[in-house]
């Protein structure tokens, strides 16, 4: 440290003028300097003492009101400790400047600013792809498996059965499922196969029907005017026309096909006995075996393909992460509201890790004054503000000089 070479250097040159004027033959001149630098070498000495006993016993002597530092570490602790959590780092100056900050919006300012460097992106894609690689899906299956299977068990599956009832009446699902099935039936009965089976069935009954008498002659001349084509055609075209009266919604039958449906609808909800054991059945199946193996397979498969495309993504200088952002912002500024949302719970959740952990501020000072031995600590403050210190000698001993001088002075 320069200053306290300067200092000592400071004591020396007092101490050699001071011998040196006492081996001069006397004169005004030789009086004043011998004043000045008596003075000045009793300035250097008080001041070294003093700055010495701050962190030290002077000569290692332990002389009363010496070493004040470590004497009064304690009290300079927690002084220090009392000052940095009830006036510079105190909670409600700490909670005023958050509230002044627009944390949210200086956080997407800058992670923006980050997000424009293409070494940037590639960082977040590679990380994506390893959290991508890493995911335990051999154990996040069985677990993913394990809730859903306890939310069926538990869940009030009358409630929610008489629940997706209604949305679905409501929502005309009912009808919709009714003419997809009466339009897949229409599209199977219209085929050429079709036609053919019905009449093949139609002319096999109509052989195996037994009757006497004239309703007999009857059924037989039937048999002997219609071929199977020719009966599989009518019949096709019975039922293409019933079809297509169903289909209509004014159709009495189509209403009353609803209404039956609707009706074992809500009698299978109310059956209590036989939704428990659905329920038991179908957690059951959630848990099976070779659900998690087919559940593990895509998603080993929804993986690979993620990490293909991050990868590619990557080598491209990471244009999709960056639109994906873009477009996360964007959508975020179409809604002051959400983000005035997101800030307030941003600084409601910083205001309370502050409050709980206001008080490890002096604990952590505490613990690492603590630590540190007393040589240490004497070294850091001589470090931190010794140098300010040792100038007060080199004062010292200039302002004694000056001062031994101006006395002389007085004494002629």
Sequence with gaps: ???????????????????????????TVVFLLKGGFEAGLVGAIADWFAVTALFRHPFGIPIPHTSLILRNKEKIVNSLISAMENE????????????????????????????????????????????AAELPLDKAVPMLQSGVAAYVRRMNAQDAIEQMIGAMVMGRHDQKVLDYVLQEARSWVNQRDTRNMLGKLAAEKLSEVKMGGLMGFAVQAFGGMMNEEKMGGMLQNMLL?????????????????????????????????????????????????????????????????????????????????????????????????????????????????????????????????????????????????????????????ICGFVVGIVLSLIQL
Excluded: C
Aim: no cysteine.
């Design 88 to 131: 510079l780092l105190n909670k409600q100056s700490i909670e005023a400047k958050l509230r002044k900050m627009n944390l949210l919006r200086l956080l997407a300012a800058y992670v923006t600013q980050m997000m424009a460097k293409k070494a940037t992106r590639a960082a977040v894609a590679n990380g994506l792809i390893k959290a």
């Design 1 to 27: 440290m320069k200053s306290k070479y300067l200092a000592g250097m400071s004591l020396v040159a007092m101490a050699a003028g001071f011998a040196i004027t006492l081996a001069l033959p006397g004169s």
């Design 241 to 397: 026309s019933g079809i297509d009266d169903v289909m209509k919604e004014e159709n009495a039958v189509r209403e009353k096909i609803l209404y039956e449906i609707r009706i074992r609808l809500f009698e299978f909800s109310a059956d209590e006995e036989r939704l428990k054991g659905l329920q038991h059945q179908l957690a059951e199946r959630i848990e099976d075996e070779a659900v998690t193996q087919f559940l593990l397979g895509q998603l080993e498969g929804l993986r690979a393909q993620l990490v293909q495309k991050l990868e590619e993504d990557r080598d491209r200088g990471g244009r999709m992460i960056f639109h994906l952002y873009r477009s996360l912002i964007r959508t975020l500024g179409k809604s002051p509201e959400m983000i005035d949302r997101l800030e307030s719970r941003l600084l409601e959740s910083l205001i309370e890790v502050v409050e709980k952990n206001h008080h490890r501020i002096g604990k952590l000072v505490k613990e690492n004054v603590d630590q540190m031995d007393n040589a240490a600590l004497v070294s850091m403050l001589e470090d931190k503000v010794g140098q300010d210190l040792q100038w007060i000698r080199v004062n010292g001993a």
